[in-house]
């Protein structure tokens, strides 16, 4: 795929867009409400989560947000899952690598309005933090904001797996193993995940290939922020977004009608017809 020229990140979403996603989340009546916002790589669903709690805690309500990256497995984990069942599930992110007992019984206190931490994930370091570095909550919510890249999306039909669509899937999946994998977990799995929310927004880019991009500008923002070395290079973002373009694609094809709101995206991230405020 021949990557976008380089865009600037946006600066935010426009308020009525944030306005809009609160008064969704809150409009069933529901409390503790939860909306979900799923986007691929880079769209910036974590900025509109932010945005929607900074506005929800400004009317005077209780709000947290949760990202399904801070849900995955530890990297002692995946490292068992490859010795024992794929290598490719080293790698964090797709279907298969998050703890969804973890998820679940996050969810589980949020509904019975119980104090709790939030697992928070270091992608630097590639593994979970440890209890103490959770973000404490203080409960009982009116709003929690789940957001991450393929919420709500449902599994492909086993004939869909049988060609690779990748140069990852053509070399270190040729037999299609990791992928059936993963497609089996996402089908058996994830559905009780998806049960938990009250609203799915999706936040639509305008293809696939424009995420290998957003995805190293998203690269280069967590390496300048961090206060020690490491992360991927451009040809290692590249790679690992192999493991990604499967799933997202499925997203691509189906969330824009199972989602309660579909936002459309430009290349910038910007939406259109709309002018982006901070």
């Excluded at 600037?8 to 426009?14: D, H, L, N, R």
């Excluded at 049988?162 to 089908?187: H, K, Q, S, T």
């Excluded at 199972?258 to 901070?278: F, I, K, M, S």
């Amino acid at each position: 795929m021949s990557p976008r020229p380089h865009a600037p990140p946006a600066s935010g979403f426009p308020i009525v867009i944030v306005e809009a996603a609160l008064a969704d989340a809150l409009d069933g009546g529901n409390r503790p409400a939860v909306l979900a916002i799923s986007g691929l790589q880079g769209s910036g669903k974590s900025t509109l989560a932010a945005r929607v709690v900074a506005l929800a805690r400004r009317r005077g309500l209780q709000a947290a947000t949760l990202s399904i990256d801070d849900l995955y497995l530890t990297a002692a984990q995946r490292r068992h899952l490859a010795a024992t069942v794929h290598p490719l599930l080293a790698t964090r992110g797709p279907p298969g690598t998050h703890d969804i007992p973890l998820a679940l019984s996050v969810f589980d206190a949020v509904r019975a309005g119980r104090r709790l931490r939030l697992p928070r994930f270091d992608k630097l370091a590639d593994d979970r933090l440890p209890e103490s570095g959770w973000t404490s909550v203080v409960a009982p919510l009116d709003l929690l904001v789940f957001e991450g890249w393929f919420l709500g999306t449902p599994a492909q039909a086993p004939g869909a797996l049988v060609e690779p669509i990748n140069e990852l899937e053509r070399v270190d999946d040729g037999d299609g193993r990791w992928r059936r994998g993963c497609n089996d977990a996402l089908a058996r799995d994830y559905p009780a995940l998806w049960a938990q929310w009250d609203r799915l927004w999706f936040l639509q880019p305008p293809d696939f290939d424009v995420v290998v991009q957003w995805r190293w500008q998203q690269e280069q923002a967590l390496r300048k922020s961090a206060a020690r070395p490491g992360g991927m290079d451009r040809q290692q973002v590249g790679r690992f977004v192999q493991h990604f373009e499967r799933v997202s694609r499925q997203a691509l094809r189906t969330l824009p009608g199972l989602a309660d709101r579909v936002v459309p995206l430009d290349a910038r991230r910007q939406v259109p017809g709309q002018v982006n405020d901070t």
